[in-house]
């Protein structure tokens, strides 16, 4: 038999080739906390200010949260899934307060939140249905659409216009579901979530709101409760399932959908990446219901808040942006591959991590970098930062 592998290494090679000479290609980098999840040692480069961490509160590395994770380890893993022997006390408690701060009946928790979207989407779709996905959607929306054996019709994005007309077209297939983000991970605009939901209820479509990154931080002033962008909008209970990560505002791990008692039942029975995989650890659940705790007393969001009113004033003085940013991803637009990879680089000289973002997180030529604001960011971090853009920007002619 004439082996064939030889063709396998020349596809591989041709396809890093090709990466490296567009700019595309990514490298592992070696990242290891030195004060908090901002002041870190970034390939053995001690003293590097993190400026791109989901951990937005600055909760991963707090001793109130750390203590209790610690003492509550007697095993490492159930070494099973939820199923067969995996179902542990922390995980039905850890549930039970995120049905409660979600304000639904129901959580259930997945080992990610990629896979909480996977899990949520393959489970719902098939066929007769359509699911109706914003262009901008994150990744795992977009594999869990793809998986799921449903039509996809892509929207333009946050485009009611577009959301409705492509609703309408499909107004005869018996299952519907529109699918968009709350806070938008590239972007960092909201979803306009009071219109969407109004148009899933007038033609009957379910709503998945993915609000990873708008979770724990945004939520309703009046209760001042921290559960998302749904509730900020004051529509929470118009959305069938509520999907969000333990492991960007929250700073531990996993991920959860909020629901109703019924669609719960249905996700432990058809939920491929629930069922087939094992269990999160009780001592990750003890931490996530640790910092739960923490999120409600609000100071956190609001240094937050604070942090990134400086530095988004300071950016649209150099002109980088052209409004004062809402959320924390606050991405500077700069093109081309190349010249994002470039902008990075020279942040790095001068001490700051921001990682370019381009194809395929983005589309082609609209690279960019994403800075992610912190509540841990101290005034001196946040001006280090402005100093460092200021400099990237003038030696790229982009001020
Ligand atoms: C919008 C969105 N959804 C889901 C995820 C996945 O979450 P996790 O990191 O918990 O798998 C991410 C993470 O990057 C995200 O940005």
Redesign the pocket.
């Known amino acids: 038999m004439v082996s064939t592998k030889g063709n396998y290494y020349n596809f591989v090679k041709k396809e890093l080739d090709y990466l490296r000479s567009y700019d595309l290609y990514r490298g592992l980098n070696i990242d290891d906390s030195l004060k908090g999840s901002v002041r870190i040692r970034h390939n053995y480069q001690d003293n590097i200010l993190n400026f791109c961490s ?1 951990d937005y509160l600055g909760i991963s590395t707090r001793n109130e949260v750390l203590q209790p994770t610690k003492k509550s380890l007697k095993q490492i893993s159930p070494c099973s899934s939820r199923l067969v022997t995996g179902n542990t006390p922390e995980l039905e408690r850890l549930e039970e307060m995120l049905a409660n701060h979600r304000k639904t009946q129901t959580a259930l928790v997945f080992p ?6 996977l899990g949520t989407i393959t489970a719902l779709g098939g066929k007769n249905c359509v699911i109706f996905s914003d262009e901008l ?5 977009i594999d869990g659409c793809r998986l799921s054996g449903a039509e996809i019709s892509i929207f333009k994005h946050n485009d009611i216009h577009d959301l409705e007309e492509k609703i309408e077209l499909n107004k005869r297939v018996p299952r519907k579901i529109v699918i968009t ?1 709350g806070v ?2 590239m972007d960092g605009d909201f979803a306009d979530v009071r219109k969407i939901s109004s148009i899933c209820h007038s033609h009957d479509a379910l709503l998945i709101v ?4 708008g979770d724990f931080i945004f939520g309703n002033s009046r209760d001042r409760s921290y559960s998302g962008i749904p509730s900020y909008f004051g529509v929470n209970s118009n959305v069938d399932f509520h ?6 505002a929250l700073g531990c ?3 959860y959908v909020a629901t109703s008692r019924r669609m719960r039942e249905f996700l432990i029975n058809k939920s491929r990446q629930f069922i087939y995989t094992s269990s999160v650890p009780s001592h990750l659940c003890v931490s996530a219901m640790t910092a739960l705790g923490v999120v409600e007393r609000g100071y956190l969001q609001n240094k937050l808040f604070r942090n990134i009113e400086l530095l988004g004033g300071e950016l649209c003085k150099l002109g980088l942006i052209a409004d004062q940013p809402r959320t924390q991803i606050i991405p500077i637009l700069i093109g081309s591959e190349k010249n994002a990879v470039k902008f990075s680089n020279l942040l790095l000289k001068k001490g700051i991590l921001i990682q370019p973002i381009r194809f395929p997180t983005v589309k082609k030529g609209s690279s960019r970098i994403r800075i992610s604001m912190s509540a841990s960011h101290t005034l001196a971090n946040i001006r280090n930062a402005v100093d460092a853009i200021r400099y990237a920007a003038n030696k790229l002619k982009l001020i």
């Open positions: 989901n990610t939140g990629y896979m909480a979207n959607n994150h990744a795992s929306l983000e938008f991970s993915d609000d990873a990154h999907i969000s990560s333990l492991s960007k791990f996993g991920g």
